[in-house]
């Protein structure tokens, strides 16, 4: 088994998901104490985990119909309308 392509995606993952929002939260649910730190983490594995499939799901179905510098395109205007989003979220308050 020729191992490259895995260790790539894992790392463009494990980068991509460094400080994000799911991260974030979890720290926070955890800093909390009302929960224990264990069941913050399976839940959020649990909650990453179905997001995921769902995004693998969606991406193999999407790429019979789409190429891929629109799906790029699309991902990137969703990044920028999820930041946008956050920023007036914070902002507004």
Do not use: C, N, R
Not at 58 to 79: C, D, I, N, Q
Request: glycine share 6%; no cysteine; hydrophobic share 60%.
């Amino acid at each position: 088994m020729y191992l490259s392509p895995f260790i790539a995606m894992f790392a463009a993952v494990f980068l991509a998901e460094l400080g994000d929002k799911t991260q974030l939260a979890a720290m926070l649910f955890s800093a909390k104490g009302e929960h224990s730190p264990w069941v913050v983490f399976i839940i959020a594995t649990l909650a990453l985990t179905a997001s995921t499939a769902i995004a693998v799901l969606l991406g193999a179905f999407a790429s019979k119909y789409v190429e891929a510098l629109p799906m790029k395109l699309l991902a990137g205007v969703g990044f920028l309308i999820i930041g946008s989003w956050t920023l007036w979220e914070h902002f507004k308050a």
